[in-house]
């Protein structure tokens, strides 16, 4: 993008000496272009009565500076240039509850246009994206490498210091409790259940055909790297059990 070697505070707010605009109108139109593009725009956005139920009931809205209302006006009027500034930071407020999408009298759904512009908003590798899922790149390590979302190992001291005082109960020990748990599946702590061979490499294959891994690698690509490497590992482990189950047949 044309903005990419900007510093923060011209990627963020613009450039307060020069009128040049930190994103070009065919950018802006670009993102808005493939945000309609997808098939889920016409299903979600049927027009707007500018009523405001949608944000009377968002309990982001409640709590945020963020409205169901002004997104879909955006939307709905195509008024590029705020949709891409909600893109920077407004969207990212959104619960994904989609209490507004149950009482829109259009049937819009608010929160399924907001999953557009932020899937959108990866896909264009823009930095609120970025911002927003670094600090869950241990889950998604773990999500995408394991098909967990949490483990036990995740819960550590260092992991959650806003726990105040509580964080001494997570001193617990861990390996001991899990083997406590009558399902076999479960005695582990490296993921919530045990994930076999076969169940990774076909969720690899998952995230393949449906561009996971390409937005990873557009936002995070030392994610990427790690991740990778582990399904090739992982990929490679499965074919070496696929041979020794067939030795042992022969
Ligand atoms: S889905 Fe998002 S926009 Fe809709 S009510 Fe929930 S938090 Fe608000
Ligand atoms: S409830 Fe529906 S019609 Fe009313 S402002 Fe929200 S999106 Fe528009």
Known sequence: MEHSHASRVQT???????????????????????????????HELNGCLNCGICTATCP????????????????????????????QEKIWSCAQCYTCAARCPFGNSPGGLVMLMRETAIKHGMESAKNVLRPFSRVMLKLISTGNQL?????????????????????????????????PTLNTTE?????NLKTSVELYTIWEMTGVLDQLETVDQNLFDV???????????YEDWKEEQQDAED
């Open 227 to 237: 991740i990778t490497d582990i399904m090739d590992e992982k990929r490679q482990d």
């Open 60 to 87: 982001a809205a409640h709590y945020y500076d963020f409205s169901p209302r002004e997104i879909v006006q955006l939307l709905w009027t195509e008024n590029l240039d705020g949709i891409y500034d909600a893109m």
């Open 191 to 195: 993921t919530a259940w045990e994930v």
């Open 12 to 42: 963020v707010i613009g450039d307060p000496v020069s009128e040049k605009p930190v994103v070009s109108r065919e950018d802006m139109e670009e993102i808005f272009a493939d945000i309609q593009a997808d098939l889920r725009f016409d």
């Open 151 to 183: 483990a036990p190992d995740m819960i550590t001291k260092d992991a959650f210091p806003d726990w105040g005082p509580n964080v001494a109960k997570i001193d617990a020990p861990l390996k001991l409790l899990r083997k406590a748990i009558p399902m």
